[in-house]
């Protein structure tokens, strides 16, 4: 798809992949970009209900070059994808990294289970775009200033989408913690 945003055709691409997969992922990409003749691109699907699924399907998604970690005075920011939300929730929760380690003796990831946490931050925005239009949305967090673990909760349109962001690096007692 990064490729075919800028290509006016496929082609280039048949020797190596199949055709009918070509096809479809060229369709696609102009189709959610919103780029040219958009009937040409609907009848390069070759089937109304892929189009619907392609029309109804909801995404939230970061980009996989998205930093992770940041360091100790460095501002946070997000690039998320977004597709047929017209309201999206993001809570931002700061993790008690020394209860975590002690309760569980793991590394903190995005499955962590947040009921009876209650946001450090939460705000909605809301969107008009059409829903076969996917937009690159920026977020910044000014208010994550501390070190510290946070988990930060993308929601819309029934589907969420986490990102875990390391601010700073981990303290001594927490390395040890892990370590034992």
Known sequence: MHFFRT????????EMVRTDYLRRVFAETKILAGEGDMERWYSLLDDPAYYEKLR?????????????????????????DVKNVK??????????TVNYYRTNLREINTA?????????????????????????????FPALTQRGIYVIDFIGSGKSSRALVRKGGPERHMQRHIER
Do not use: C
């Open 112 to 140: 962590i289970d947040l009921d009876g946490l209650v946001a450090n931050d939460e705000k909605t925005y809301t969107y008009t775009e059409p829903p076969l239009r996917r937009v690159k949305r920026h977020f910044e």
């Open 56 to 80: 109804d399907r909801v995404e939230i998604e970061f980009a996989p070059t998205q930093r992770r970690t940041f360091g100790a005075t460095e501002p946070v920011s997000l690039a998320v």
């Open 87 to 96: 309201k999206l929730l993001i809570k931002v929760f700061e993790i008690n």
């Open 7 to 14: 290509e006016d055709s496929y082609e280039a691409y048949a």
